[in-house]
């Protein structure tokens, strides 16, 4: 079973379709289904490590393309790969002084697992809600975000929290998700703006 996890047929596909990991499969269904990213839109993708998402972002878009990860990431032609934990405001900073219009902004970064459920899922809640602050910081009104969460007592606050601040959001599982995960994705459309996070 456990060498079936890392080889089935999302990943034979991305390697003979020349993406860099299975993920890429997860956003083109999320993209056909709900077409979140326009042709000139201008996206940053958080928790772009190794870059599978910003390989798609790049053949569905011709705009600026920002990827920021903790970890170095090899170089894709026409995108901008920042190093660095997106919470800090030095790389934050950075971030906004290289894309002067957020359009769309896209988060599939999950934390290491430990193995207790209880634990991981608050550290996974905890990054969602990092980057859901920095969506009511950057991302322009009638923009769009997309980010991976996984289910459990805390996801139902932060789904609230993100309903709050966009006129459409909806809880989607991707075809591409492993079978048994929790794993599920936030789809939410058409920003409301900063003031949202005030009111």
């Not at 900073?93 to 899922?121: L, M």
């Amino acid at each position: 079973m456990g060498s079936q996890w890392g080889k089935d047929k999302y990943y034979s596909k991305s390697k003979s379709e020349g993406y860099r990991s299975r993920a890429a499969y997860k956003l083109l269904d999320i993209q056909k289904r709900f077409n979140i990213i326009r042709e000139d839109d201008n996206v940053i993708d958080l928790g772009a490590a190794p870059g599978s998402w910003m390989q798609v972002l790049r053949d569905i878009t011709s705009g600026c393309i920002v990827g920021v990860d903790l970890n170095p990431v090899a170089p894709l032609e026409d995108t901008i790969m920042i190093t660095g934990d997106f919470t800090s405001e030095k790389i934050q900073e950075r971030i906004i002084s290289t894309i002067h219009e957020v359009n769309v902004i896209v988060c599939d970064a999950s934390p290491k697992f430990s193995g207790n459920k209880t634990y991981d899922q608050a550290r996974a809640i905890g990054l969602n809600e990092d980057a859901f602050g920095f969506v009511l910081k950057v991302l322009k009104p009638g923009g769009n975000f997309v980010i991976k969460s996984f289910q459990g007592e805390m996801f139902t606050e932060l789904l609230e929290d993100i309903r709050n601040s966009f006129y459409s959001v909806k809880v989607y599982r991707t075809k591409a998700s492993r079978r048994g995960s929790t794993e599920t994705y936030i789809i939410a459309k058409n920003f409301r703006g900063n003031h949202a996070a005030s009111d």
